[in-house]
């Protein structure tokens, strides 16, 4: 296991280039299921989450070959139908292979992922879109078995609460199933116009593309194609944090800035001063950090994955901000280590009261998730003094080369092995 060990307490200024999202690269991956040609994707970040996936669609038979940030997908010879629970616990999101799989093969069986650190996440309406479509779904031993054995059908799927990765299965189920679907209520995030993208690329039929109604006319097979993942925002919204709680300023490089327009909004709130750029943009401390009230919503609304992140930064700023979380049920597990590391913050149910302080002090802690362990890098940045963050692999599922871009930056950084 490594740790990351900060010396902090230094104005940062430099240029970071953001790698390709890992919430994108993930359901593209997912998608190579629903075809027997190859696909190639560029720009996939070198991450953990990302070999998960790449060991799921090896075991279940596909064979990948990578050069760099390339990786070559031949799924011809898919002959394994279940996503084991040793692959499946190590990350959530392998359920996405469920609507691909099913719709290749006409049955399915997959590990249900079991508790998560950030609260239940049931996967109830990923099957109920599924068994809409004609799929028989069965729990058993703790796994979902999905049968279609006349294949899926185009169906009208009204899903009650927005979901990213139900929207993103339902997609790719319906892709070649008989017919059209409609999506209602489904979700608008940046990674779903991706993986649609990709799929039409395949020769899906889809529109409504980034709208919350999605149509897409069932295809009997889809195409090979070649694609280029999408840049990273909630890579790039951390890193627009970091040079402002340092004092300093950070310019981030191969990104629209309207793909994180309500995080550059926010901080503009806070005193930020933000300047955008055709494929990029510059954050920079404007003399001090203002109290703010922020609560998170699907897109194109404040990202739960930028919560941690901005909730450090307000606790350095001058007054009381309030920060609610409405997304997930329990995603504050990064307080009691922010507290540790000097901030003040009263949890009342889905929100906190954050109450400045001039700087946060370093600390050890402890990184429990991905998201809430960045906000513990950005007070560590903050804080004079070493402080060390154990349990980094947290971290490498999401940010790739985290110490060089930080390093870049001129943060005195480093990975050590415990
Ligand atoms: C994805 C992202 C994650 C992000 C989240 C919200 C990936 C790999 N992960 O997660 O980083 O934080 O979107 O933007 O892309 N829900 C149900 N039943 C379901 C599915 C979801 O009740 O069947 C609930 C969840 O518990 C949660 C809410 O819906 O409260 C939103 O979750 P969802 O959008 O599905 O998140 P993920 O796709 O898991």
């Known amino acids: ?100 799989l099913l719709a290749r093969n006409g049955y399915a069986e997959i590990s249900l992922p079991g508790g998560c ?34 294949g899926l059908k185009g169906a009208v799927i009204d899903f009650p609460i927005v979901s990213v990765g139900a929207t993103e299965n339902t997609l790719i189920a319906a892709a070649t199933a008989k017919g059209t679907t409609i999506i209602k209520n489904a979700a608008r995030e940046p990674e779903i116009v991706d993986l649609a993208n990709l799929l039409n690329a395949m020769g899906a039929k889809i529109s409504g593309i980034g709208e919350s109604e999605i149509t897409i006319e069932g295809v009997s097979s889809l195409n090979g194609c070649t694609y280029s993942v999408m840049p990273d925002r909630i890579e790039a919204g951390t890193y627009a944090v970091a040079g402002p709680i340092t004092g300093g ?32 943009f510059t954050t920079a401390f404007d003399g001090k950090i203002l109290p703010a009230s922020v609560q998170t919503e699907v897109y194109p609304g404040f990202p739960t994955d930028m919560q941690a992140q901005i909730t450090a930064l307000m606790c350095v700023g001058a007054g009381t901000s309030f920060m609610q979380e409405n997304i997930f049920e329990n995603r504050f597990m990064h307080i009691p280590e922010l507290i540790r590391m000097g901030a003040n913050i009263n949890i009342s149910g889905h929100t906190l009261e954050i109450k400045g302080v001039s700087q946060f002090k370093a600390a050890e802690v402890m990184a429990t998730d991905l998201r809430a362990s960045s906000s513990l890098i950005l007070a560590g940045l903050n804080a004079a003094g070493k402080t060390s963050i154990h349990r980094l692999y947290h971290l490498d599922r999401g940010y790739e080369n985290l110490e060089e871009k930080l390093q870049a930056c001129g943060a005195d950084v480093a990975r050590i092995k415990e």
């Open 1 to 100: 296991m490594y740790k990351l060990e900060i010396n902090g307490g230094k104005p940062l200024k430099g240029k970071v280039q953001i790698s390709g999202a890992k919430n994108a690269a993930l359901p593209l991956m997912a998608a190579c299921l629903c075809t027997d040609k190859e696909i190639n994707l560029s720009n996939v970040p070198k991450l953990s989450d990302i070999a998960t996936m790449n060991d799921l669609l090896s075991y279940l038979g596909a064979e990948i070959s990578q050069s760099g940030n390339g990786f070559k997908f031949s799924t011809k010879n898919i002959k394994e139908v279940r996503a084991p629970y040793d692959i499946v616990k190590k990350m959530r999101a392998s359920v996405i292979v469920l609507g691909g």
């Open 249 to 280: 300023e950070t310019e981030i490089e191969g990104i629209n800035p309207s793909l994180l327009e309500s995080t550059l909004q926010t901080l503009e709130k806070m005193g930020v001063k933000v300047t955008r750029k055709q494929n990029g």
């Open 117 to 150: 650190a950030i609260g239940l996440r049931p996967i109830n309406l990923h099957l109920m879109a599924l068994e809409k479509m004609g799929a028989e779904i069965d729990l058993d031993s703790g796994y979902v078995k999905a049968s279609a054995k006349n």
